[in-house]
Every structure is written in structure tokens, then in C-alpha cells.
């Protein structure tokens, strides 16, 4: 292939694609906003899934590397009632098809398998526009532009390339999530610790719920789930930590204290992260030249699949580009077409999952439905 990838956004999904291209030995430049790979935290931990996450990383020829960063013993699920009781427990025997690594590592490891300067940081896309020869004129806002004839948005749900190819913009799903941590949670908050345990855990009611991972060593990393508008969440202060954490863990009251303490108790300032969504059959007419993977393409709320579809784009997309060297257009009609029923097959499982099982009527008992195949009553 003589035509040069551009790639807009330094995420999972395109890093992959990246990486898959380079593989197949075709160059490609990504364009991040962000001044560097440490600029913020890059999230929590992902459990990568053996149907999509773990080909993808095949593909990218990092099956071993991937391998080198799972966190063993994470694999094990508790589902508590708010109270405390233990309604579910299924420890890690080693033979789940998802095991967990942090986001950040497995970024590390996608960057670090690229040619130097395949990543221009500091690039945050201010306009795309298409110039009426097939090409693309991409903007940024520190002056820069680059010109290209094949232009992958892999910049997420606010995406800057969506418009080349759609009028859909991404609405709020009714439910938002605040992020807490706690640190060294086994010497400095021993109760909570407990009640984690080693893995994930999810204490739940119609409508909202606390769920939280065990990361590295005995941090905790939770996420308070509360369906509520956004004007809710806008009354609340967030650069008053102690006040909203106080706001946030009153919708919790009565509640199992150790289960309250993972908000109360947060050695990190709330942080709100509202939910939006794309139409679930999102899809648009095939554009010459341009295409979207991950979140710019079918964002949906975090249901476990986000990153993994993402990687699965990036990987598909780049080994279609390589089977067709010669024809781009039918490599991205190929992508699309695969593409498009996959992510809105996960997009609606995905809303089951939450709208049915953690959060409907029947929670938290829906969710041990789920995971024994059994009908749990409250």
C-alpha cells in the first residue's frame, strides 16, 4: 500500500490498528491531544476477552507481552445485597476466558511497539475537513495540519472525523458514575478491602449501585452508579470534595458501612463520569477515504466490550487494509461491513446487561441470575 494512515487518536483501538498495520509493514501516523503518554491517568483495569480483546492483540503480535501484564487472582466476581450479604462468590481457578491488566500497561506496551515518532502528541484536532480531490485536511489547534487520502477517527465519543460521515452526536443515558480510589486499602481501609475481596465486586439496587476493582497491590477502584439527569449531578459542587462525596454517599444510606466507606473514605477527589451513548444501529453511507473505530463509532455505556470492540476495529481494520493493498475502498467497505452488526450486537447485549441485570427491577439478584443461569428472588 503506497498511501500513508492517518489515525486520529492515541487510544487502545488505534494504537492496534497502528501496530496491526505496521506488522504488515504499511505506515501509519497517529495524532494525539494529549502532550504525552503519562498526561492523565488512563483508567482502570480491563478484563480483555478471549472472543475479541486477545485476537486483536494476536494480530498485533503481543500475545506475550499481553500475557506478561495479567494480574492473576482478579477474575473472581462477588455480587453482595446492600446490607452485606454475600449472594455470589466465584473465586479465580485460572480457566476464565477474561483475565484483567491495568489500561495504562497495556497502552504502554501498544506504544512501545511502534516506530519512534509514529505518535505525534500534543496534536488535538480542532477541524477535519474534506478537500473535493479525495483528500482530507486535518487541523490542530497548535497550528499544524496534515493532508491525507486515508483518515481513521479513532477519537472517541466527541469525535472531530464523525461529521465527514455522520449527523449523530452522542446523548446522555440517564446514569452517570463517580470514580473513587483508595489506596493501600488492606493496612489503611481493611473493612472495605474485605468486602472487595480479590476481584470485582458489585453491591446493587434498582437503579444504582457500587462497584469496585481491586487493582495493583490493595488499591480500590470504585464506581458509584446513580441513575439520575444531569441536572442532578450539576447542583452538586465536585470541586468541594468532601461535600460531594458526602452528597454522593447520601443516596446510600443504610447501606452496609464498609460498602458507604468506599465512597466516604476516597483518598482521591470524586470524579464524575457522565454516560452518552450513539444510536445503538448507528452506522452511515460508505465515504471514500474515511472510516471510524472504537467509541467515534458505536459509544456505548461501559458495559465490559468498550475497549475490547475497539481493539477488535483496530485489528480487523488494519488486516483488511493489508489484504487490500490496492483497493482501499474495499478494504473499509469489508471493515464496515463487519463492523457495524458487531458493535450494535454488543451495544444491545450490553443494555440488557445493565438495564435488566445490574440495574432493573430485580437487582442485585438479576445479576447472580446471570452469572449461575439459575433465577435468583429477592
Not at 142 to 167: E, F, H, I, Q
Not at 340 to 348: C, G, L, Q, V
Amino acid at each position: 500500500m503506497n498511501t500513508h494512515v492517518t489515525i486520529v487518536g492515541a487510544g487502545l483501538g488505534g494504537l492496534t490498528l497502528a501496530r496491526v498495520l505496521h506488522v504488515h509493514g504499511i505506515p501509519s501516523t497517529v495524532y494525539e491531544a494529549e502532550d504525552s503518554p503519562t498526561a492523565r491517568a488512563q483508567g482502570g483495569m480491563l478484563d480483555i476477552h478471549d472472543n475479541n480483546g486477545q485476537p486483536a492483540l494476536e494480530a498485533a503480535g503481543l500475545t506475550d507481552a499481553f500475557r506478561s501484564l495479567i494480574l492473576e487472582g482478579r477474575q473472581q466476581y462477588r455480587v453482595l445485597d446492600r446490607d452485606g450479604t454475600v449472594l455470589f462468590d466465584k473465586a479465580d481457578d485460572g480457566t476464565g476466558g477474561r483475565p484483567e491488566v491495568q489500561r495504562s500497561e497495556l497502552r504502554r506496551v501498544l506504544l512501545d511497539s511502534l516506530p519512534a515518532r509514529t505518535v505525534r502528541w500534543g496534536h488535538k484536532v480542532s477541524s477535519v475537513r474534506a478537500l473535493g480531490d479525495g483528500s482530507y485536511e486535518v487541523s490542530f489547534t497548535n497550528g499544524a495540519t496534515a493532508v491525507t487520502n486515508l483518515l481513521v477517527g479513532a477519537d472517541g465519543a466527541w469525535s472531530k472525523v464523525r461529521p465527514l460521515l455522520s449527523t449523530a452526536t452522542p446523548e446522555y443515558t440517564g446514569m452517570s458514575f463517580v470514580e473513587t480510589w483508595l489506596f493501600d486499602s488492606d493496612t489503611r481501609h481493611p473493612a472495605a478491602a474485605r468486602a472487595v475481596g480479590g476481584g470485582s465486586f458489585w453491591a446493587l439496587a434498582p437503579g444504582k449501585g457500587i462497584q469496585a476493582h481491586r487493582e495493583h497491590g490493595g488499591t480500590l477502584h470504585t464506581y458509584v452508579a446513580l441513575t439520575e439527569p444531569q441536572d442532578w449531578f450539576a447542583a452538586i459542587d465536585f470541586t468541594d470534595s468532601a461535600a460531594a462525596t458526602a452528597r454522593i454517599a447520601r443516596e446510600f444510606d443504610g447501606w452496609a458501612p464498609e460498602f458507604t466507606a468506599l465512597i466516604t473514605d476516597s483518598d482521591t477527589a470524586p470524579v464524575l463520569r457522565p454516560h452518552y451513548t450513539l444510536p445503538i444501529e448507528h452506522r452511515w453511507d460508505r465515504v471514500p477515504g474515511v472510516t471510524l473505530l472504537g467509541d467515534a463509532a458505536h459509544l456505548a455505556p461501559p458495559n465490559g466490550e468498550g475497549a475490547n470492540l475497539a481493539m477488535q476495529d483496530g485489528a480487523e481494520l488494519g488486516k483488511a487494509l493489508a489484504a487490500h493493498p490496492d483497493d482501499i475502498e474495499a478494504a473499509l467497505t469489508e471493515y464496515e461491513r463487519a463492523m457495524f452488526p458487531r458493535s450494535a450486537e454488543a451495544a444491545t447485549d450490553g443494555a440488557e446487561l445493565l438495564h435488566e441485570f445490574m440495574f432493573g427491577d430485580n437487582a442485585p439478584h438479576s445479576l447472580v441470575s446471570m452469572f449461575t443461569g439459575r433465577e435468583q428472588t429477592p
